[in-house]
């Protein structure tokens, strides 16, 4: 027996061991992103605490128990998973501890998965992929928002692709897996629907497909047919061609490490203006590393003869309707984003990425880990919500996140659970089960 004939089955073992660094730091990240959220007063999630003040809300309405004029809505809503696990489980337990076990487990399931993934398509370098996952996608800016509902359908897209090719093919999964993603968010859904529409006709198993989408795509319509554009806004320009470039490229930036967390008493720019600098500097870079990334391992699949042709045309149509979205449609404000997101989740999996240069993406979870930890470690104003409309004045400021910008919405969410009395805060959000009267955060405006 040859040397190499010996060597071969100790590769997988040394693989392994190459990659327990990454798998540690992965595992590093997803602890201080989880103590994060235990330790601040509050999740330091943007939109979080009205999330979970609205499943108190419908916990409250389970019961029987009185909430204002709130009533349920009578159309199928598609952002309405996260609200309603929130409640059912407030009926178990406090409403604070619900909203941060909900939470503790979209974390562990980010991390399985970008374990997973990374195993599964990037085998050169997994453990440097999933820390490219956990820090460009799912503790991604839209994380840090308080997104949860996107957040989640990104982890149940994500989870589509562990599945077999015989399974895909299949209309019951197809079914489970389109109705859990129309119930949780719209566009990932709108992602999920094309790129099996696609690969339907690429393929040729249409029956299949058809039957899977079709009970989800009925919902769409009643949504639609129920008036869920009523209120909406006409888009809103950027400010002439060179700004909506601008604004795409800011849109692309913000898959870098970097976050800006702003206070009442201001953000990095206003205390830590190097540290700002370098950050903003930083996300530029990784965005740049990102699309490079795509690109080189798209002239490597050409170059095989291996290209997935079906996912390449999602990528690219989600990736065109990204480019075109103004910055603001119906009420949501960069609705390209949620477009570009799925796009890159399923571009980096299907193409064989670069492994260097893998690496080098990876080690951002290192910046997004200091982030979480100066977030933690430096005192702040956690009881003084701040609103949009009052960071006019700072809108150089970028890479920003409000932690407190529901700070009222979790403080009545405990004494309402401590006191037993009705919830006095109007909610904020009309896209969710509940529907009313909905109030501008916590300034007590009409929204």
């Known amino acids: 027996m040859s040397t190499a004939q010996t060597a071969l089955p100790h590769a997988p073992a040394a693989a392994g061991q190459a990659g327990l660094p990454w798998t540690a730091l992965c595992l590093l990240l997803s602890a201080l992103v989880a103590a994060g959220l235990l330790l601040a007063p509050y999740p330091p999630l943007q939109d979080f605490s009205e999330w979970a003040y609205q499943g108190h809300l419908l916990a409250r309405l389970f019961q029987g128990l009185p909430v204002g004029d709130l009533r349920l809505a009578t159309a199928p809503i598609p952002n309405s998973s996260v609200q309603l696990l929130l409640g059912l489980l407030s009926l178990a337990m406090p409403p604070a501890i619900a909203a941060k076990l909900f939470l503790l487990g979209l974390v562990l399931g980010a991390l399985l998965l970008a374990l997973a993934l990374g195993r599964r398509f990037q085998p050169r370098a997994p453990g440097a992929f999933a820390a490219l996952l956990l820090t460009a996608l799912f503790f991604n800016a839209g994380f840090w928002n308080g997104y949860a509902n996107f957040q989640l359908g990104m982890l149940i897209l994500g989870a589509w692709f562990l599945l077999e090719k015989e399974q895909q093919g299949r209309a019951g999964t197809i079914l489970a897996f389109s109705l859990a993603l129309f119930f949780t968010h719209a566009m990932v859904f709108a992602a999920f629907g094309i790129l099996l529409g696609l690969t339907a006709l690429l ?35 950027s400010g002439g061609l060179a700004a909506f470039l601008a604004y795409k490229l800011y849109t692309l930036a913000k898959l870098g490490p970097y976050h800006n967390f702003v206070f009442a008493e201001g953000g990095d720019l206003a205390f830590r203006p190097a540290l700002y ?171």
Not at 208 to 215: E, F, K
Not at 217 to 231: K, N, P
Not at 376 to 396: F, I, K, M, N, S
Not at 414 to 443: D, H, K, M, N, W
Request: charged share 15%; net charge positive.
């Open 203 to 237: 393929e040729r198993r249409l029956r299949a497909t058809v039957l899977g989408l079709l009970p989800a795509a009925g919902l769409t319509l009643w949504y639609v047919a129920a008036g869920a554009g009523g209120d909406a806004t006409e888009p809103q320009g």
């Open 277 to 447: 600098w370098a950050g903003a500097v930083m996300n530029l870079l990784f965005a740049a590393g990102l699309a490079l990334a795509l690109l080189l391992g798209l002239r490597e699949a050409i170059r095989a003869r291996r290209l997935p042709w079906a996912p390449l045309a999602a990528g690219a149509v989600l990736l065109g309707a990204f480019s075109l979205l103004p910055d603001l449609a119906l009420n949501v404000v960069n609705p390209g984003e949620r477009l570009m997101l799925p796009a890159l989740l399923i571009l980096l999996l299907v193409l064989p990425l670069p492994p260097l240069l893998l690496r080098a993406l990876g080690l951002g979870a290192v910046i997004l880990g200091a982030c979480v930890l100066l977030l933690v470690a430096t005192p702040q104003d956690w009881q003084r919500p701040v609103h949009y409309t009052e960071l006019e004045g700072r809108r150089a400021e970028q890479f920003r996140h409000r932690p407190t910008a529901f700070a009222c919405k979790w403080e009545e969410m405990q004494r309402s659970a401590r006191t037993g009395e009705a919830p006095r805060q109007p909610i904020s959000f009309a896209t969710s089960l509940l529907v009313g009267q909905t109030y501008a955060g916590c300034t007590g405006r009409p929204g």
